[in-house]
């Protein structure tokens, strides 16, 4: 464990990614914390390393050098990825990857079998309550391709939250979300870092997610050119506190 490392809930130190000639240097030595219950949004153009360092963070993808650290603890150490990565992270994508045969309660299931043991009727239980909580109890029973993109959405936003998680990374969450819906996600969203106290790390181009953040990270050329922490805080714009139907 590094000193910096013990001071936030997830720690990258010095990381680095190469595609897959050689030729691409997807992140040039990274290093970046985020702390237990604050919003941190990543912005920056095209092609600068915004999703690839979220998908070393979330544990989708291991760096070529440095070290992600998870409460203090490298993860390069542990041997368990895929169930640590269930239980302590949830993910929000921009195209949702909702099973299209699955009804949205059972789409939210599907990381609880990650989760700890919860009997068949437990499962069903706290989806539904996850899907009450989006505003989409009503359509529980609903398969994505009947649901609307802002219903997707919330789905998933259910789905990430399914294993109570510390920490929730959202890659572009309201980029295939019309300007209204892409409100009422995001009045959700922060809402739920709000009251869950989770740590939520974004990669976003819209300055509308980029306003509502603690901090906020500029990256250019695979390296954090701006951390956030050199002005004083972004003063948080207030989320709606009624879930709206989208």
Do not use: W
């Not at 990381?111 to 009727?121: D, H, I, N, V, Y």
Request: charged share 25%; glycine share 8%.
């Amino acid at each position: 464990m590094t000193d910096a490392a013990a001071s936030y809930l997830l720690y990258a130190a010095g990381v680095r990614k190469t595609y897959p000639d050689g030729a691409v240097n997807a992140l040039n030595g990274v290093t970046l914390g985020v702390r237990e219950a604050e919003y941190v949004a990543i912005t920056g153009p095209s092609g600068c390393g915004k999703s690839t360092l979220l998908n070393l963070l979330g544990v989708l993808d291991r760096p070529d050098g440095g070290e992600v650290f998870f409460k203090g603890e490298p993860l390069s150490t542990r041997r368990d990825l895929d169930r640590f990565r269930a239980r302590q992270i949830g993910f929000v994508f921009q195209s949702f990857f909702l099973l299209p045969t699955l009804t949205a309660r059972e789409n939210v299931q599907v990381p609880m079998f990650e989760g700890p043991p919860l009997s068949a009727r437990e499962r069903a239980k706290k989806a539904d309550a996850l899907l009450d909580l989006v505003g989409m109890g009503k359509r529980a029973g609903h398969r994505p391709l009947q649901l609307s993109v802002g219903e997707r959405q919330r789905v998933a936003l259910a789905r990430a939250l399914a294993n109570d998680p510390a920490l929730l990374l959202a890659d572009e969450p309201t980029g295939n979300l019309d300007s209204e819906n892409a409100v009422r996600v995001l009045d959700l969203l922060t809402t739920l870092q709000k009251e869950r106290r989770l740590a939520l790390l974004v990669v976003t181009h819209s300055d509308d997610v980029a306003k509502r953040a603690d901090r906020v990270v500029r990256m250019k050329d695979g390296q954090v050119v701006d951390d956030g922490t050199s002005r004083a805080p972004v003063p948080r714009q207030a989320a709606s506190p009624q879930v709206s139907h989208v």
